[in-house]
């Protein structure tokens, strides 16, 4: 049996045990097992990863670094990213079940390009002089960073999400405090022992995991987080944003969509059998197909076609996997037995090829 791994949270470029001493588990879906525990944080916990943050801005060397350098501790986390891809690939796929496929590439490419890109731009933010008509005023505008950033992330795709808040954030000057999915937490976390290579100023990033109620309401209600930026479910959207409106802070969303794909009785089904299935296996796991609706009477002849293109056996009633780490399909095993009551996995065999559908029940 292999060794569990215990997680720290991270705060002002240190590890720290959770003040409460309580961790959550993290199963890998594709075999069932718990492989890593969790640290489940609370309020002091928040306090200490906000109160860093807070003094990498007002007083630590990031809120008083020229532009350029940030520019260039940007490229730097970029490199270091990019350089351990396979790694961030790996842990995700133990703590979400997406493919490594679908996450290795990209880490060395257009998703680290976001730090190259968003580092020239980082000298780039320029004010300017207003034009006014009243006599002896001097009108300008200039641009500047919020402070401390809260960044709420997904369980489908925590590190691309990360990428995509965190290469802005920081470049505008801000610091920031991550709180992951505690469906997946463990990529995000491994991703910062990977960044103390980049010797990143204390307290630009922090770290802090757990539960919507008990460490992202207060996270986002800390009277020194200034923004946040919330990629997630609708219900926790929904949570989120009246959180923040207590203290009217500006919040962005991103919420999970439904868009079913939806076939009508004059379908071709020859052509959709295989085509809307890849779109929604490949969707799924996170950027937008979430459903699909099909004309009552073609659902059998649907289905059929679909179990032929595929090499589908439809077995409903029994959960066996292989990981997708070794079998790296374009089929997967979803997130396992906490995201929902019952689960739809696409599971693979030695042949990579897929043999059943199976449905699993709390």
């Not at 003094?55 to 970029?78: C, F």
Request: net charge neutral.
């Amino acid at each position: 049996m292999s060794e569990i791994q215990t997680y720290k949270f991270y705060a002002g470029n240190k590890w720290h045990n959770p003040s409460s001493e309580k961790y959550f588990e993290s199963e890998d879906p594709s075999i069932g097992k718990v492989w890593a525990r969790v640290p489940d944080c609370n309020e002091k916990d928040i306090n200490l990863a906000v109160s860093s943050a807070k003094h990498a801005y007002y007083d630590g060397p990031y809120g008083k670094m020229h532009p350029a350098e940030r520019g260039r501790t940007l490229n730097r986390i970029g490199d270091i990213i990019a350089k351990n891809a396979e790694r961030i690939g790996q842990i995700e796929t133990k703590d979400n079940g997406k493919l490594p496929k679908n996450i290795t590439p990209s880490l060395t490419s257009w998703q680290t390009e976001s730090f190259y890109y968003y580092a020239g731009m980082c000298d780039k933010y320029e004010g300017r002089l207003i034009p006014s008509e009243v006599p002896n005023m001097h009108n300008y505008l200039k641009w500047e960073p919020f402070g401390v950033v809260a960044l709420i992330l997904p369980w489908n795709s925590p590190i691309g999400t990360l990428i995509w808040k965190l290469a802005p954030a920081i470049a505008a000057g801000n610091t920031v405090v991550i709180k992951p999915s505690e469906r997946a937490s463990c990529s995000t976390l491994e991703l910062m022992k990977i960044l103390e290579e980049a010797d990143l100023p204390e307290g630009l990033i922090n770290v802090v995991t757990g539960f919507g109620p008990t460490t992202g309401a207060p996270l986002i209600e800390h009277q020194d987080v200034r923004m946040i930026s919330f990629t997630g479910g609708t219900k926790g959207g929904s949570a989120a944003s009246l959180s923040a409106s207590k203290n009217v802070k500006p919040i962005i969303m991103e919420l999970g969509g439904k868009s079913p794909q939806i076939i009508f009785k004059d379908a071709d089904l020859t052509f959709n059998g295989h085509k809307i299935h890849y779109d929604n296996d490949y969707t799924k796991n996170y950027e937008g197909h979430m459903g699909l609706l099909v004309h009552a009477p073609l659902q059998a002849t649907y289905l059929l076609n679909l179990a032929r293109k595929n090499k589908i056996e439809f077995n409903y009633f029994e959960y066996k996997a292989t990981a997708p780490l070794v079998y790296n399909n374009n089929f997967y095993v979803e997130i396992g037995k906490n995201q929902d009551d019952e689960i739809i996995g696409r599971i693979l065999n030695e042949k990579q090829e897929i043999t059943m559908i199976a449905k699993y029940k709390k």
